[in-house]
């Protein structure tokens, strides 16, 4: 999508470039976008993209026996 949007030579360099700053806005707001997270919310970020639809319960293989309990305990809850 970035990629189209800044390959678009149709459209002006601003225009292109405040959708695409409004593109980042939006994205940065998804789960499944985010790439920095601390060890301690990684329950939330896992459960998070679990009901996003982002990653499934099998994704969750090489991770701790207890994290993935834990995870599914909760995905399991709501």
Known sequence: ???QLLSDDATLPSER???????????KQKTGI??????????QILLNLLY?????????TGFSDELVAQVLAFFEIS
């Open 52 to 60: 996003e639809g982002a990653i499934t319960k099998e994704d969750l």
């Open 34 to 43: 985010q790439v920095e997270a601390s060890h301690s919310k990684l329950n």
């Open 17 to 27: 470039f405040w959708k695409l700053n409004q593109l980042l806005k939006e994205d």
């Open 1 to 3: 999508m970035y990629r």
